[in-house]
């Protein structure tokens, strides 16, 4: 379905100081390790700012990693609404198969709020040994782990739980999260396409792997800012959202060494914050609710400095709610608007052309220099060619599979059409007669790769400055391709 764009305003109508989002803006673009793709800040219900660094896009899906879990709680709680799935019934009933197996007591048990709410009893992420148990269903991998606590006493980030959650709604309903979600959440709110990666086939993951729009994010969290309402109809039970959003469970000892919007208490599958609340994703994917202050704040990007992105929010958007529409604010507000409308993140500072013979460097193929990239299958060879079109290619060999991109190192090349393989934007160029660098933006990711390859000895290294979680071949870094459709 086409999606009805959000309702807008300016800043000054809806009580925000456009200063603020301005100093916000200045903080985490100079501050390094930060790197935002993505801001819409929602106030009264209506979009008061948004704006998307490029080579990244208002209507291309991002991996949103653990807000995903967000998505995946509120499909739990239509579920619930639906009488499908009660929060007080253990986990193992709705799995009988596997009772004869469960014997331990504490995972008998576990009940359903006790895996929405992180509190199974766990001690620490058991998700390496869960999927090690029974990669074939991790469920069961997960229930074969006894607990160390009582479930419901200790709080522990377990990515099997929100997995298991997930396997519930699916269990409950007979469809995938994204199926079951798409009449009931995504099309009433107006979401366009997801993607969500599975395991096993057909079994959305839950706890990660959701690739959407930033709009669907802030769309979210209005839905739960509105206590579960949308255009004058219930989308979601009031008594849901009042519970998803309160702490459940205590997290100041086991988040003891995180920083403190990590210690503030966790909901259902939603973090407790010092400012209100929020669903959260690694490298900095979070949907913010503030009903302190009536106002949404959805971001994506790739930074492992969470905390400082949180404390941006929190030091320079916060102080510019104020409580009234703001008068004599029409140029401020527009100099606030060509900002947002020009956001970039810079290309690779370097040389268009070789800075020695061109002909050294078209046709160089070069070997790896430590042999691997980051936590992904070892990229085996990395070959440069003049294009023919004063431009440059890459190719990027992972064994038998190739990945053949362009750049031309005034700006970002950008291959997003329905035939790549992979959305990409490429920036490169020369730094001195013997180093090319390149760098690869996977635009439906938060992560880049950065190249550098030396004529002298012909090899590269290659790194990524947030490592991916879901690793994989290159080709892999995009949202989930559509299933065919049934006839």
């Known amino acids: 379905m086409s999606a009805q764009p959000l309702p807008t305003s300016t800043p000054a109508a809806e009580g925000v100081d456009a200063r603020g989002v301005h100093a916000f803006l200045d903080a985490i673009e100079a501050t390094p390790g930060i790197e935002p793709h993505s801001l819409m800040v929602l ?106 606590r009582a479930p419901g006493t200790v709080f522990a980030y377990n990515q099997p739980a929100t997995y298991t959650l997930a396997a519930l709604v699916q269990r409950v309903t007979g469809q995938s999260l994204t199926d079951y979600l798409r009449p009931r959440l995504f099309d009433p709110l107006g979401i366009g396409e997801t993607a969500w990666r599975q395991h096993p086939a057909g079994r959305d993951i839950g706890f990660s792997g959701l690739h959407a729009t930033t709009d669907a994010i802030a769309r979210l969290g209005l839905l739960y800012l509105r206590n579960g309402m949308w255009e004058g109809k219930r989308l979601l039970p009031a008594s849901w959202v009042a519970e998803a959003t309160r702490p459940h469970i205590p997290t100041a000892d086991a988040m003891a060494e995180a920083t403190p919007d990590w210690r503030q208490g966790y909901g259902f599958q939603l973090w ?76 690779v500072p370097a040389k268009p052309a ?21 936590d992904q299958p070892t990229l085996t060879e990395v070959a440069v060619a003049a294009d023919g079109a004063g431009g440059w290619s890459v190719c990027l060999a992972e064994g038998e599979s190739r990945l053949d991109l362009g750049f031309d190192a005034t700006g970002w090349r950008v291959d997003a059409g329905p035939d790549a393989p992979v959305p990409t934007a490429v920036s490169g160029g020369w730094t001195d007669p013997d180093t090319l660098i390149v760098e690869v933006v996977f635009l439906e990711t938060p992560h880049r790769l950065a190249l550098t390859c030396s004529l002298d000895g012909r090899t590269f290294t290659a790194r990524w400055p947030t490592t991916p979680l879901h690793p994989g071949p290159l080709r892999s870094f995009r949202a989930p391709r559509p299933r065919p459709s049934d006839g």
């Open 43 to 148: 106030r009264h219900g209506r979009l008061v700012a948004s704006g998307w660094w490029a080579p990244y896009a208002a209507d291309r899906p991002h991996l949103l990693y653990s807000l995903s879990k967000s998505f995946a709680a509120t499909a739990a709680g239509l579920a619930v609404a639906e009488g499908l799935l009660r929060l007080d019934d253990p986990v193992v009933s709705y799995f009988p198969e596997f009772e004869a197996e469960i014997t331990d007591p504490g995972s008998r048990a576990m009940l359903v709020r006790h895996v929405a709410s992180m509190a199974s009893g766990h001690l620490a992420d058991t998700v390496d040994q869960a999927f090690s148990l029974d990669r074939n269903e991790p469920v069961r991998g997960f229930l074969l782990i006894p607990p160390d």
């Open 272 to 347: 407790a914050s010092r400012h209100g609340y929020r669903g959260d994703g690694a490298y900095g994917q979070y949907c913010l609710v503030l009903p302190e202050h009536d106002a949404v704040v959805a971001t994506t990007g790739a930074t492992v400095e969470m905390q400082a992105l949180l404390d941006a929010v929190w030091e320079h958007l916060l102080p510019a709610f104020g409580g009234a529409p703001l008068d004599g604010r029409e140029s401020e507000d527009a100099a606030l608007r060509r900002r947002l409308s020009q956001l970039a993140l810079p290309p």
């Open 354 to 374: 070789p800075l020695a013979d061109p002909a050294a460097w078209s046709g160089a193929r070069f070997a790896p220099q430590g042999g691997t990239c980051g």
